[in-house]
């Protein structure tokens, strides 16, 4: 018998489990079985391809190379399945199930918006889950396929992988201020003064804070001591409404969540940031039927077309 006439889907099912668990008894509970029915599938499988695929500790387990390539297939095998029980599902009565969008960069708020708007005209019955969390912790998710489609920064270490994106939005930036704040009535703004003011510092790891600490190094200042560390927007407006403070943002965010009445942009000049922000998606996953769906029509709006993983960022 064969080596892939052996290996059962629920073997991989069991492989997905144990890795997304980390252990053999959360792999049991997810999968509403017992941790010896995992234990004996494990072995199952191990058993036929000769080789352990997870060390095992007391509690954790981690992946051997060859519990690595398993694992890859295990995805691919587990989404093209996926991605036909959509498509069946849609040529029957319409597109239904789920839609994980990974959402970091607060200036594509906009765009995703009104895309899902025009999405939920087309396919009223796909449920979207707007997933939220650390840049590391999104890639990770888009890298396994729990969610379909990524919203962020595309940052160096993005643009040099393997990755699929199309930019969506590169946006200059500003300094924005509450309306009654004393810079507001200047006509010129230095950065020394900047520095000595409250603000509302963009959280670490941002494309703002990397590039307000880029700036600030360039001229020898250093980063404020009085701040809010914040990137939400409505936070920002809160606390522009109640004290003096200023932030730095795309444009666009300025004029939606700090204009009148609220900010005003200050008259210094800013250099622009070097990374954009776009849509960010695994191609050596399949995608399933709702997330083309989705990525075709963000692209349908940008004007472009899905571009090779291996193409540069426009």
């Known amino acids: 018998m064969s080596l892939l006439a052996s290996v059962k889907l629920r073997h991989l099912r069991i492989v997905l489990a144990v890795q997304e668990a980390d252990s053999l008894a959360q792999a049991a509970s997810r999968l509403h079985i017992s941790p010896a029915a995992v234990s004996k599938a494990l072995a199952e499988v191990e058993a036929v391809f000769g080789e352990p695929l997870f060390e095992r500790g007391r509690g954790w387990v981690r992946l051997t190379p060859l519990g690595a ?35 970091k960069a607060i200036s594509l708020h906009p765009f995703v918006a009104a895309t899902l708007a025009e999405f939920a005209l087309h396919h009223p019955h796909v449920r979207v889950s707007l997933v939220e969390g650390t840049a590391r912790d999104l890639r990770e998710q888009l890298d396994d396929g729990r969610i379909h489609l990524l919203f962020a920064r595309l940052s160096a270490d993005i643009v040099q992988s393997g990755l699929a994106k199309a930019a969506v939005l590169s946006d200059d930036v500003v300094i924005a201020a509450s309306a009654n704040h004393p810079l507001a009535a200047q006509a010129q703004v230095s ?3 900047l520095v000595q003011q409250r603000w509302c510092l963009p959280a670490p790891g941002t494309l703002m804070r990397d590039h307000l600490e880029q700036v600030l190094a360039a001229r020898r200042l250093r980063l404020p001591r009085q701040y809010v560390e914040t990137s939400d927007m409505a936070m920002a407006s809160a606390l522009f409404s109640l004290s003096p403070h200023v932030t730095m943002v795309p444009r666009q965010v300025a004029l939606r969540h700090l204009g009148a009445p609220v900010g005003t942009v200050l008259p210094v000049s800013v250099p622009d940031a070097r990374d954009s ?28 077309k899905a571009p090779r993983p291996d193409a540069p960022a426009p």
């Open 277 to 304: 922000v776009g849509m960010i998606w695994n191609e050596a996953l399949p995608l399933r039927p709702t997330a083309r769906l989705f990525r075709d029509l963000a692209l349908h709006r940008l004007g472009a």
């Open 191 to 193: 950065w020394k003064e």
């Open 69 to 103: 390539a398993v694992l890859a297939s295990a995805r691919t095998v587990h989404a093209e399945l996926q991605g036909l029980a959509d498509t069946v599902q849609g040529l029957r009565g319409g597109y239904e199930g789920e839609l994980n969008l990974g959402v």
